[in-house]
């Protein structure tokens, strides 16, 4: 009998062991609720280390088309300031958070800041956020925020 309580024990811890292994290894991230159908809408950034939050502040004259990323299913459209746009193709990978952008339309800058973004949009190869707030990164000095609305410049 007591060697009986032994297995069912050892039995149920290692049950409970393989449930929390199998709900912690689940935790990627749901790429079509993050991307697929939305639009992205820039509220700051940092080039070569330094934030843009002022030159993003001015942006929000060009309105609700200006500044944004469209994701749909392996395809992307963005624009920058009222008229210059850039598309291309993507792709993600959930469990390493990687993207990778292949620009197939590229954007004509004659504004320095549409070049600053630009730059940094042309180098993405990770994400971190959810389906609220992203940022995509092209390194730990060159990245975007983007927000699912457009809202106020996120300090960065």
């Not at 502040?57 to 624009?79: C, D, W």
């Not at 800041?113 to 092209?138: E, M, P």
């Amino acid at each position: 009998m007591i060697q009986m309580k032994k297995y069912l024990y050892i039995f149920i811890l290692l049950l409970a062991a393989t449930t929390l292994a199998t709900v912690s290894c689940n935790r990627e991230d749901d790429l079509d609720e993050i991307f697929v159908g939305k639009t992205w809408y820039m509220v700051g950034g940092c080039l070569n280390g330094q934030p843009l939050n002022t030159e993003v502040k001015n942006f929000y004259n060009y309105g609700e088309s200006a500044y944004l990323l469209n994701f749909q299913s392996g395809t992307f459209s963005g624009t920058l300031s009222t008229g210059v746009q850039f598309s291309g193709t993507w792709r993600a990978v959930a469990k390493s958070r990687t993207i990778t952008l292949t620009l197939t339309n590229g954007a004509n800058c004659t504004i320095p800041f549409d070049r600053n973004v630009y730059t940094v949009i042309k180098g993405i190869t990770y994400y971190k956020g959810d389906n609220q707030v992203l940022l995509i990164h092209a390194d730990e000095n060159n990245y975007l925020r983007l927000s699912n609305s457009r809202s106020p410049v996120v300090s960065q």
